[in-house]
């Protein structure tokens, strides 16, 4: 019996990476979970057919489009209709391109800007009123150290993350009455797809190798020269899903090995 059991967990964005960490956090402590993104449907089948049999809990997948806010009205249409309620919303979904300002391409813009940012508006407005209607619910956000400070070539990413961070800051006053609180996790350089994917653009937009992007622009930003893993990054996660977290609220959580300390 975990501190979880019964509730109900959301994650977006959790077929790989970061997501499917604290999906698998959130099972481990009883939580029956709602996965989504994209990836290949063997693969995510096996995922959410594991955590039902290493947890005991129930999993369902929604591969709803985040950038479609009809989609996402069917992603919550399908979790309350499954199981009730949804208790822990994990609003994680990202995606990234590096270009410099004048060259970042329009469309680039508006899907980083749409998944990473207004796809939380969305799936919030759809969930928060049955979180204060029964006075408990955990509003998680994945923000980054970009929620704090920029680096060049990732304009729309760093508005993006700084736009969560506000959206953080409203919600947790609008649930504060209410049980239902908001923070938002901030880690440093993940080892994910996500980061993986970016090495290339980096690559070109600055002129270096593979090896210069790791060392001399990822991990030169963390004083530990170490990667954050998806574990911590669920531990963290999993404290704010707590009820000793119940007054944790409006915070921006950091994970980035010291790089918003510089």
Not at 121 to 140: D, V
Request: with cysteine; aromatic share 6%; hydrophobic share 45%.
């Amino acid at each position: 019996m975990g501190f979880l059991n019964g509730k109900t967990a959301l994650v977006t964005g959790s077929t790989s990476g970061i997501g499917e960490a604290c999906a698998k956090a959130y099972a481990s402590e009883g939580a029956n979970i709602v996965l989504n993104g994209f990836g290949d449907a063997a693969e995510i089948e096996k995922l959410r057919a594991g955590i039902e049999s290493d947890h005991g809990v129930k999993a369902v997948y929604s591969d709803a489009d985040l950038t479609n806010p009809e989609k996402i009205g069917e992603m919550v249409t399908l979790a309350l209709d499954t199981f009730g309620a949804v208790d822990i919303l994990h609003n994680n979904a990202g995606v990234q391109h590096v270009d410099p300002i004048e060259e970042f391409p329009v469309d680039k813009w508006d899907l980083i800007i749409g998944l990473n940012l207004s796809s939380s508006f969305h799936t919030t407005r759809l969930l928060m009123k049955q979180m204060k209607e029964r006075k408990w619910g955990r509003l998680i956000f994945t923000a980054s150290a970009h929620a704090l400070v920029a680096s060049p070539y990732k304009a729309a990413y760093v508005a993006a993350k700084h736009g969560i961070a506000g959206l953080t800051k409203v919600l947790a006053l609008e649930g504060a009455e209410h049980g239902v609180t908001a923070n938002a996790i901030c880690p440093g350089y993940v080892w994910t797809p996500l980061v993986e994917h970016q090495i290339p653009d980096t690559m070109k937009a600055r002129n270096m190798t593979r090896e210069e992007v790791i060392n001399d622009v990822i991990l030169d930003a963390q004083p530990t020269k170490k990667f954050v893993t998806v574990e911590q990054v669920a531990a963290i996660a999993l404290f704010l899903a707590s009820d000793k977290a119940e007054n944790v609220n409006g915070s921006l959580q950091v994970v980035d090995g010291g790089w918003t300390a510089q």
